[in-house]
């Protein structure tokens, strides 16, 4: 294209981003262009994750404990001598807990040092356990860790099993209140008899090497076909809970366990005894030392982790069909990333008590698909290369599995704190999920996991930058996103306005507002510069009606933002102009969901439609009239946005001693949203 008419291409659409900053649906021209200009971020950072898949996985795949920031640890009741307080639901047996944030600044207006809690709770038991089938298509060969030999087989199906004994264990000793145990179940993996003659069916032969009894007999119940193991956590008159953990391997895959006794069987333990989490912890390290399975241990661990969440969206763990050794990369040996066994036993408390937090999982997942430059009108333009083109990208379409892998790799450059909890998801089948849940364009989002891992998941986690209120010819004027921001701060003026919850989507609103059209509790921070609330401490509730705090893991608190979308344009010279239709077709429905859901926060809280504010009359607010049920993610079995309303409230009367079901609590509620309006977007991007 000449110069010239380049030229004029970017100030046309220039343009068009002013007339349109007070219009939710964009000109195709304007459409094209953003879809074009995300499009090609996702195909450059897919590239960058198939030359990574060549080499291995990063390294921050397999560092779990980057996660833990602040995240609280599940207390122990053998020191604190009181259970926690519980109520129980027909799912499941939920915690009541807390978060206390506090406004960091004050600027004269009074709001500093006002705090402000967030109520939340844990889920320490289910009703069933989840079903666990070997059919997963990502990393079925494990290709290990950049640097680390990959040639050891694919063990994760194994190890996760494990780990599911050992946290559902550790649960029981720190929390199991009445009626809590944990006993063997009548099945076995076949083998364990060593004079077993008929295998039957059993397809995956596992040698444990030379153990005692007792060891051959926590490994015949981690394999067994069904549940070879029981955790209960807790029983009622009418219920018995299971630990979060708890797994049932369909009974068609079947293990043969392959050992030799290290005693005679006259010295060694009749095995009747389920081992507790420490001895457990250390038979599993021992398992991966015997198959240098190094960094696998870790992976397994953050699978074993999403099993809570997968559980409570009713869905099978489908992990890979485990493979013996193969050839591949020779470099270090696995063995050198073994864990210190001491100080692994002294996390698992904190990734317990994340891993019983599905509401957490779930956020900080689809949280890494969030841009904070992307407001609510342009979602769909922002996912539709990642959800729509990648699937079928070459190097993606010719491998099963192969795209949840590379998206993996994707999400551990866009988010490396989380990348472990990526890998998890992937192994566990949790992204389909999930990516189905952004698909949405309102993901549930939990407003404590901004906190607990230290990665921003919606704008409302953005102080912004600048005065609030900026003058224009005519007026002052505030941007809408720093106006929901203030309504959303405990309120200096008293009003019938009711913004306890945080806005039901993460994306930021678009456009302006005038001073004149704001409500006091917005007024009032004329003046003030940019007000934060900062995350205190996290407060758990005792049955004796005690509570104790804490601050969390204290881990490194630099902040983990996205691989900047913006960022990757502003090294481009020019935006390039639409000279052919896209592959497939732009399905606005994502861009719709999130701005209905981002501007009901204000319609639904008191407000109304606000007069004088001619994009409260755009077609896509006006067909959400407020006595319909809002869009809700498809089949995945989230909240509906009906529960907007009455989660506060619900969570409230937990912590008061209500019960309250936790999948319709404070933490299914969708949160947040992005960053900077339309015509600031179009300005640095050019």
């Known amino acids: 294209m000449p110069r010239d008419a380049r030229t004029l291409f970017l100030t046309q659409l220039a343009n ?28 450059d950072l897919a590239k960058n994750a198939l030359l990574q898949y060549g080499r291995g996985l990063p390294p921050q795949s397999v560092e779990p404990r980057n996660m833990l920031r602040r995240v609280p640890a599940i207390p122990d009741r053998r020191v604190l001598h009181t259970p926690l307080a519980t109520f129980s639901t027909s799912r499941a047996s939920c915690v009541r807990t807390h978060s206390t944030w506090c406004v960091a600044d004050d600027g004269g207006c009074g709001v500093g040092g006002i ?10 038991g289910v009703r069933a356990p989840i079903s666990l089938a070997l059919t997963g298509t990502s990393f079925c060969s494990w290709i290990g ?38 006993v063997y179940m009548d099945r076995t993996a076949r083998g364990y008899s060593l004079d077993e003659a008929d295998l039957g069916a059993a397809t995956i032969r596992v040698n444990v090497g030379a153990v005692d009894e007792e060891a051959a007999r926590w490994w015949a119940a981690v394999l067994a076909p069904g549940q070879g193991w029981q955790a209960i956590v807790s ?59 190094g960094s696998q241990l870790f992976a397994a661990l953050t699978t074993t982790m999403t099993f809570p969440t997968l559980n409570h969206y009713g869905k099978v763990a489908t992990l890979p069909l485990p493979t013996t050794s193969r050839a591949g990369r020779q470099s270090t040996s696995a063995k050198a990333t073994m864990p210190n066994l001491v100080t692994l036993a002294e996390e698992i408390p904190y990734y317990m008590s994340m891993s019983c937090n599905h509401s957490v999982i779930i956020s900080s997942l689809c949280g890494v698909f969030w841009e904070p430059d992307v407001p609510c009108n342009l979602v769909s333009p922002w996912l539709h290369a990642v959800l729509r083109e990648l699937p079928s990208m070459n190097g993606i379409i010719s491998s099963s599995g192969r795209y949840a ?86 309120p200096i003026v008293e009003d019938d306005l009711h913004y306890q919850s945080l806005p039901f989507s993460p994306w930021e609103p678009i456009g302006t507002t005038s001073l004149q059209h704001t409500v006091a509790r917005v007024k009032v921070h004329q003046s003030c510069p940019r007000h934060q609330l900062d995350y205190q401490l996290w407060s758990w509730h005792f049955r004796d009606g005690s509570t104790i705090e804490g601050k969390g893991f204290q881990i490194d608190t630099t902040e983990d933002s996205p691989h900047s979308w913006v960022a990757s344009m502003k090294m481009k010279p020019t935006l390039s102009p639409p000279v052919a239709p896209l592959a497939l077709p732009l399905d606005q429905d994502a861009s719709r969901a999130a701005s209905r859901e981002t501007f009901a926060w204000v319609t639904a809280n008191g407000e109304g439609y606000p007069p004088n504010e001619p994009i409260y009359n755009d077609e896509w607010l006006r067909e959400n009239a407020i006595s319909e049920s809002s869009s809700s993610p498809k089949d995945v079995g989230a909240c509906d946005s009906n529960d907007h309303l009455s989660a506060l409230s619900e969570a409230l009367n937990a912590v008061n001693g209500d019960a309250m079901d936790p999948t319709n609590g404070i933490e299914c509620m969708k949160s947040e949203a992005s960053k900077i309006p339309i015509q600031n977007w179009i300005d640095e991007l050019f």
């Not at 194994?158 to 209140?177: D, H, K, N």
């Not at 030799?260 to 001895?279: F, I, Q, V, Y």
């Open 115 to 124: 705090a402000k809690t967030r109520p939340a709770s844990l889920q320490l």
């Open 145 to 182: 860790v950049e640097g680390e030999r990959s040639n050891t087989g694919n063990f994760v199906a194994i190890l996760a099993l494990g780990w599911s004994y050992i946290l559902s264990a550790q649960l029981v000793e720190m929390q199991g209140q009445d009626g809590a145990e944990l």
């Open 405 to 490: 892998e590379v998206v993996t790799i994707m999400c551990a450059f866009r988010r490396p704190r989380l990348a472990a909890l990526c890998l998890g998801a992937a192994l566990s089948g949790l992204t389909a999920t999930v990516l189905d849940l952004v698909d949405s364009g309102t993901p549930p989002l939990d407003p404590n996991a901004y906190a607990w891992n230290g990665c921003r998941q919606s704008f409302m986690d953005v102080a912004g930058s600048g005065p609030y209120f900026r003058t224009d010819s005519t007026c002052q004027r505030i941007q809408r996103a720093d106006v929901w921001r203030l309504l959303y701060l405990p």
């Open 16 to 43: 068009q981003a002013s007339i349109d900053k007070e219009r939710l649906r964009l000109s195709q021209q304007h459409l094209d262009a953003v879809t074009r200009e995300a499009g090609a971020y996702w195909h």
């Open 235 to 293: 029983r009622t008159n009418s219920a018995t809970y299971l630990s979060p953990w708890s797994v049932s391997v369909e009974k068609k895959q079947h293990f043969v366990l392959e050992w030799a006794t290290n005693l005679p069987r006259s010295m060694s333990s009749d095995g009747s005894t389920p081992p507790s989490s420490m001895k457990a912890l250390e038979l599993l390290t021992e398992f991966c030392a015997l198959h240098d399975l």
